[in-house]
């Protein structure tokens, strides 16, 4: 249903709506958290009167170590009726014993709806969880921010069981997501970046809550992929972002440098939502914001299907005053970085991009590769060309452009859609921070590992794709949450990510990866063995550079 949406245009838009969607379908799993059923439960006490809440038990996935999980604490009110849209307010102290012992109800999305819910429980989504060993002690603490496309994602979609292996106490916010997230009028009613208020008032929420669950507050790590590496670096660019919220960050796959993290019309958006939804005088400030405050919210979502949502520079709040580029300009903190990419954290841009094309035209090769590949291009905004002609060159033979071969071009077209959505706003965020505060450690990484399962075509199957997935967008977060049936080999590089991941949470140096010494390198290539590579920008050819790269191409398929 979503598809149909996505293809109705093939504009510059629809193809990044198209993009944007995969986002979504690749960055989420089914959960396979442990058994809620258990029959023993523990209590926590929270701080300051807010009240008590009930949690039950779960194991690790390696060594059966018990862990305590608290699912579903609401950390701020409803974001309902007036206050739709609007920034969060911290959950008002209750009184006896909240049951946690289940996930809160995830923020609407149109596949996830219950119907049978009022649009007041819908909205009831700013909910986290905690995973905890020993309430008594002081652990470092991991806060995870989901990605989505910016709307999907759920605390449900990422189980702790691998992490939990490890001495570190885990944290799961929810946030906004879609319309009632990210709309913005840039007035008062809808002041735009509610989501990312969402997460600051989570990590406020840590502050104040999580040493009674055994976590130290002043050892706080955010991490964040896809849509969520997004809003971490936001994070670290944002004025709004007090200097104690968090002491180290991970950016996996993207930043707020990329094309796709900032809207650049929400005005316009909210007309067009307005007009579909049927309202009236859609052109009248006042019109547009009551429609949108009244509107129901499946009828929200159902005028959405083809809209994509993202941070907007400017909002009310002041947590993006500036474009990022800009911001990182005056960035000032000391926040140890790791940040990176996958192999072919691309790929999936390639396939939102091939299906789009696809229903568009009868015969995608009788496209040439010039054509083709222009089509990916322009989904990024460089008038000048300099961006098509450098990529052109560096990226594809000159026999090809003009040429149909487009497996043979496959694995250009790999590296052409993870350097322009992945790795360049990556390496460009690592890089200037590096130059800016060289003695805070920037620690980069390319996830190059192939195990058994891949999030390629996760939702709607890849067997029509004339390529394969290769190291596909979010892999990585295989080996972080326990949502594969992992053997083997793939146990062992779930070791060695979480070992990465919690080393660098627990004192600010990943076990084995090397920091940057200048703007160039090195970087770390994570495998089941932790190898280096000198020159970051090498990144951007691997595809083209791979002696292997016969295997992206599917041999019983043509273009
Ligand atoms: C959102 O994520 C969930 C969990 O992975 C999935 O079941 C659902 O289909 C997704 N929704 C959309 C609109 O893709
Ligand atoms: C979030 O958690 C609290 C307590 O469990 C609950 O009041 C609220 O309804 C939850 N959200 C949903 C809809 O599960
Ligand atoms: C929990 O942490 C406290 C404080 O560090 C420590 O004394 C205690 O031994 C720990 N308990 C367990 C079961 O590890
Ligand atoms: C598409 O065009 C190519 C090149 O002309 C041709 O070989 C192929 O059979 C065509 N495929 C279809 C489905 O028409
Ligand atoms: C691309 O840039 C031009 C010139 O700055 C601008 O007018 C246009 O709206 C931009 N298009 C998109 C889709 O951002």
């Known amino acids: 249903m979503r598809r149909r949406g996505v293809y109705v245009m093939l504009t510059l838009c629809g193809v990044l709506t198209a993009a944007l969607t995969t986002f979504l379908v690749i960055s989420l799993t089914g959960g396979q958290g442990a058994d809620a059923s258990d029959a023993q439960t523990v209590t926590v006490q929270l701080s300051n009167g807010q009240g008590e809440v009930l949690g039950n038990y779960g194991s690790t996935a390696w060594t059966d170590q018990t862990f305590m999980q608290f699912r579903g604490i609401p950390f701020a009110e409803p974001p309902t009726e007036e206050m739709r849209f609007q920034p969060p307010v911290a959950r008002i102290p209750w009184t006896g014993t909240l049951n946690a012992l289940n996930f809160g109800q995830r923020c609407p999305v149109i596949t996830n709806l219950d119907v049978l819910l009022s649009d007041a429980e819908l909205e009831d989504c700013l909910n986290l969880s905690v995973y905890t060993k020993n309430l008594s002690a002081s652990q470092p603490v991991m806060v995870y921010i989901y990605g989505g496309g910016f709307y999907n994602g759920s605390a449900e979609d990422h189980p702790p069981n691998y992490i939990l292996e490890k001495d570190v106490v885990l944290v799961v916010p929810q946030y906004r997501v879609g319309a009632l997230g990210w709309l913005s009028t840039y007035t008062e009613e809808l002041p735009g970046n509610a989501p990312i208020a969402d997460i600051l008032m989570a990590l406020e929420w840590v502050q104040l809550h999580i040493n009674r669950f055994g976590g130290d507050p002043q050892t706080v790590t955010i991490f964040g992929q896809s849509a969520g590496a997004g809003v971490a670096s936001s994070l670290l660019l944002s004025p709004r972002t007090g200097d104690h919220l968090f002491k180290r960050a991970i950016v996996q796959s993207g930043s707020i440098l990329a094309s796709w993290a900032i809207n650049k019309d929400p005005r316009g958006q909210s007309r067009r939502i307005c007009d579909r939804l049927g309202c009236s005088s859609c052109e009248q400030q006042e019109q547009l914001v009551k429609c949108l405050q009244k509107a129901k919210v499946q009828d929200i979502l159902i005028a959405t ?255």
């Open 305 to 559: 299907t083809s809209e994509s949502f993202s941070p907007i520079v400017g909002d009310l709040q002041g947590i993006l005053p500036q474009q990022p580029s800009e911001l990182l300009k005056n960035y000032r903190r000391q926040i140890p970085l790791l940040t990176g990419f996958t192999q072919h954290d691309g790929s999936f841009v390639l396939a939102s991009y091939y299906d789009a094309l696809a229903a568009k035209v009868s015969n995608v090769s009788l496209l040439s590769v010039r054509q083709f590949s222009q089509g990916i291009n322009d989904m990024v905004n460089d008038t000048s060309g300099l961006t098509d002609n450098i990529l052109n060159r560096m990226l594809f033979k000159p026999y090809m452009l003009n040429s149909n071969d487009h497996n043979s071009a496959v694995p250009s077209y790999f590296d052409l859609t993870s350097s322009i959505f992945m790795k360049s706003p990556v390496i460009t965020l690592a890089t200037r921070i590096y130059t800016l505060q060289p003695s805070t450690p920037v620690y980069v990484y390319s996830f190059d590992y192939e195990g058994q399962y891949t999030r390629f075509g996760y939702e709607f199957g890849n067997s029509h794709y004339p390529f394969n997935g290769g190291v596909h967008h979010s892999n990585d977060n295989i080996y972080l949450f326990s949502t594969h049936p992992l053997e083997g080999q793939d146990i062992q590089m779930s070791q060695k990510m979480v070992e990465t991941w919690t080393s660098f949470a627990i004192d600010g140096t990943p076990n084995d990866l090397s920091p940057l010494t200048s703007a160039s390198g090195p970087y770390n290539q994570l495998n089941l063995e932790i190898t280096k590579g000198e020159d970051l920008l090498e990144t951007l050819t691997a595809a083209i550079d791979d002696p292997d790269n016969g295997r992206l191409q599917r041999e019983d398929m043509e273009f």
